[in-house]
């Protein structure tokens, strides 16, 4: 029988009472690691043996974990008798050797029998609680450390702690943790896995954001008595700027003083959707929110031509409520979930990126954009779709010069392609003459729309992006045209009344001063 012990995290003080009669009825247990307060205070007839060593030369933890699994099976399967494996903590807690060793003991039939351990939760909650209650005695203490916007907290696990492991937050960009529910980061063992835990934390959590640095708890030396693990309060960007990180240090982060989560904004749309909830919002449909989704997307182009960051922040908002509200209605009836969104782009970002998340090699945007384009193909053969037109898919709904640009371009693409920028200017200027010699209204009109889209075909020649470039020029004009009015004004003059000459001589002013 394999029999895996939690030692508990810290000195041998906090050893269960199973575990300890485990101990001392066996002649050698292996450790995965002799770096452990409890393991000083072993009964001292046990043969102890570890395999420190495995660190040494391992390319990864996860090569250390197979290898120890390896070595405990082969001991189970020669040696007569039990096999004691000890881990730190509890044994299900964060152990992946654990893991490892009980799938491959049940697939060989082998016995496996574990003995509990403490866990490093409880401890670091206590500390944590601990901590807390001095800070809110002192406020000044939480100032200091330029992390005054830290709320009453209750630690406890039921109130939506999320565990995760350091080494899994570090190797991410983006941590997957809820920010308006606490968290509880575990093996933060040096300032390097510190510092990279930190950064993916800052995708989520501003630089301000408090954090709790707990270390391993220990006996104070007082008989019957043990010190709760010391406690560190800092800003997160301040996580790594000091030397405190050990094997048994675990991070706490707090919740946002204010709800961020994406969780948190689909239960307020839930909410405005149910029985006791806004009647408006109730009332809503897939398509009584076209125009207000098309209101909100203008609203953030004209945030960002605008260069106005907070209204940009504000109208990504706005724009994002429609998209949970349009899935919230999805989700009522029963044809799709938001994680049914989430899933299907991020299966397809990820499909579409194999230079990214598979083996693929490119060499620039352009070898992306045309495996790009190979993949979707592939996908629509996938579905059974017939290969149609290079301008399938180009929104009908986009602004009328945005769609004839992208019509241009993707014939571009095709091999419908003009040899030089001289030759789109040709066409331009052979439009605008069929526009000015028209025969009447109705063939003006035409040849005009000829003149707007080859006006856009010869943009995207240039890669100007044609809609941007005609809505700056309308904020341009609208710029001078308030200042004109505003000159007029000063002047005592009426706009109607002044000659072409005298608005254009106020117009070259304006032109200069800017």
Not at 325 to 335: K, R, V
């Amino acid at each position: 029988m394999i029999i895996v012990l939690g030692l508990g995290p810290g000195d041998a003080k906090l050893l269960t009472r199973e575990a300890w009669d485990v101990l001392g009825a066996s002649a050698r247990v292996y450790l995965r690691t002799r770096r452990h307060p409890a393991v000083a205070g072993l009964p001292p007839h046990l043969a102890v043996q570890d395999f420190d060593a495995l660190y040494d030369g391992a390319t990864s933890f996860d090569d250390v974990y197979a290898r120890i699994a390896e070595a405990i099976i082969a001991v189970a399967q020669t040696t007569p008798g039990d096999v004691v494996y000890a881990v730190p903590g509890h044994p299900l807690v964060g152990e992946a050797s654990v893991w490892l060793i009980l799938r491959r003991a049940r697939q060989l039939g082998i016995p496996t029998r574990i003995v509990s351990g403490l866990s490093f939760i409880e401890p670091t909650l206590e500390a944590l609680s601990a901590e807390f209650f001095v800070l809110s005695s002192n406020p000044g203490l939480t100032a200091s450390t330029q992390t005054s916007n830290l709320k009453p907290q209750t630690f406890d696990p039921l109130d939506g702690l999320q565990i995760c492991d350091a080494l899994e937050i570090a190797a991410l960009h983006h941590p997957p943790l809820n920010p308006d529910k606490p968290a509880l980061i575990a093996q933060v063992y040096s300032r390097a896995v510190a510092s990279d835990v930190k950064l993916t934390l800052m995708n989520q959590y501003p630089p301000e954001h408090p954090v709790f640095v707990v270390r391993g708890g220990s006996s104070d030396g007082r008989k019957g008595k043990r010190a709760v693990p010391p406690c560190h309060l800092v800003a997160l960007s301040q996580l790594d700027h000091a030397d405190r990180f050990d094997h048994l240090t675990s991070l706490y982060v707090p919740p946002l003083a204010q709800p961020g989560g994406f969780e948190s904004l689909q239960e307020t749309i839930a909410h405005l959707r149910a029985p006791e909830g806004c009647p408006w919002d109730r009332e809503q449909t897939h398509e009584s929110l076209r125009s207000t989704l098309l209101e909100e997307a203008y609203e953030v182009l004209a945030a960002i031509d605008a260069g106005d960051l907070e209204a940009l922040k504000e109208e990504l908002g706005d724009l994002l409520l429609n998209v949970v509200l349009q899935a919230q209605i999805a989700t009522e009836a029963e044809e799709f979930r938001m994680c049914d969104v989430i899933a299907a782009v991020d299966a397809k970002l990820r499909r579409r990126h194999p230079h990214v998340f598979g083996d693929v090699v490119v060499n620039d945007a352009g070898e992306v954009i045309a495996n790009w384009n190979a993949i979707k193909q592939q996908e629509k053969a996938a579905k059974g779709e017939e290969e149609g037109s290079v301008l399938d898919g180009i929104a009908p709904a986009l602004p009328a010069l945005a769609q004839a640009q992208k019509m241009a371009h993707r014939a571009e693409k095709a091999g419908f392609r003009w040899n030089s920028h001289g030759d789109r200017l040709a066409k331009v200027r052979e439009e605008l003459e069929e526009a000015a010699n028209a025969r009447d209204d109705a063939h003006r009109a035409e040849e005009i729309g000829d003149l707007l889209f080859t006006i856009a075909d010869w943009a995207d020649g240039y890669g100007i992006d044609v809609e941007t470039a005609a809505r700056e020029a309308n904020l341009k004009f609208a710029r001078r045209f308030r200042a004109l009015e505003r000159i007029v004004r000063e002047r005592g003059l009426t706009l109607s009344a002044m000659s072409q000459d005298e608005m254009l001589a106020i117009w070259r002013e304006i032109k200069q001063s800017e």
